[in-house]
């Protein structure tokens, strides 16, 4: 039986809050999110997307709400606390690859699993795996520059799995492709997602693309609501 890996629990969040601009971007936001679940997020660009994801995965702070990951209540736990299950439990991937430029794809996805204390051989080993199972193992020394479009994002794909997290949190991860390239990164995304079993909240414009998932929730006002 899936697992409960994601509960957001009444989740607002409010700029310039007190303020005559004060913009009201979540009102009382409840998502789960079990293992191997693919939901698409789908909204306007300015709906609040990015802000659900970041709160969702512990970048920002809701002024209200519960955020649980694993089972565990982290709304309110310390910056430490908080910076150690992000790094463990969560992997992030944007709709530019942000892979370091002085290093090369394989050192790429080497380099969270040495901060997250992992021996290096073990993190080269699950490195190469990785790019093994993305179609890129020929590219694994050549640096970000030196990488196509499609070939950056499969690497960003691979540093976001490395540590084995609970959750993806993905926005627009094919945004900055073109259709053709979009539709082939997105078969590898959903082959990692379900041979891995994590559970996956893409947010996307692309309607063709979240069809393709178990379910699509929409911001609309500030809410989510489904399909």
Do not use: W
């Not at 520059?145 to 094919?174: H, K, M, W, Y």
């Amino acid at each position: 039986m899936n697992r409960c890996v994601l509960k957001l629990k009444g989740i607002k969040k409010s700029y310039n809050r007190g303020l005559p601009s004060e913009v009201k971007v979540l009102r009382d936001v409840g998502l789960t999110l079990t293992s191997g679940e693919m939901v698409a997020l789908v909204a306007p660009s300015g709906a609040g997307k990015s802000t659900l994801l970041h709160i969702a995965g512990l970048l920002d702070k809701p002024d209200a709400g519960a955020i649980e990951i694993g089972g565990e209540v982290l709304s309110d736990q310390n910056d430490r606390k908080r910076t150690a299950v992000r790094r463990n439990d969560v992997g992030f991937v944007y709709q530019f690859h942000h892979l370091l430029p002085e290093f090369n794809a394989i050192e790429n996805i080497i380099l969270p699993q040495l901060a997250n204390g992992v021996a290096k051989s073990v993190a080269e080993e699950k490195a190469a795996e990785l790019l093994s199972r993305v179609g890129v193992s020929n590219r694994s020394l050549h640096r970000p520059a030196a990488l196509s479009g499609g070939e950056q994002q499969r690497v960003a794909f691979c540093r976001a799995l490395a540590n084995n997290p609970l959750i993806l949190l993905a926005d627009e991860p094919t945004g900055n492709l073109d259709p053709s390239m979009s539709d082939q990164i997105f078969d590898t995304l959903v082959e990692l997602v379900r041979g891995t079993g994590l559970a996956a909240l893409i947010a996307t414009h692309n309607m063709a693309l979240a069809s393709r998932m178990d379910r699509k929730v929409r911001l609309e006002d500030g809410e989510l609501v489904n399909g």
